[in-house]
């Protein structure tokens, strides 16, 4: 799996590569809010790192085209709106 975190979980060192997740500021700066860590031993994974290695111009534009995110809340918030 995809972890995105913004933590040093010790699993991920084991990551063959990276990919960081950033939002620009209003000041023209970018902030950081997390990593992809991927590896070759899994195989969606693996599709994406040789397809960032074969296409370097611009295989990060084609990804950011078809690649899906979703809000999720966590915590009391989430929490709360159970019915239990």
Known sequence: MIQINGNNNQENWKADA????????EDGTKSKIGTLFLKMN?????????FLR?????????LKEVMLFDFQEMG?????????
């Open 18 to 25: 990276a990919i960081n997740v950033r939002v620009p500021r």
């Open 42 to 50: 899994k195989n969606v994974e693996k599709d994406i790192i040789e």
């Open 54 to 62: 074969e296409n370097p111009n611009d295989g990060m534009d084609r």
């Open 76 to 84: 009391e918030q989430k929490l709360s709106k159970l019915a239990i």
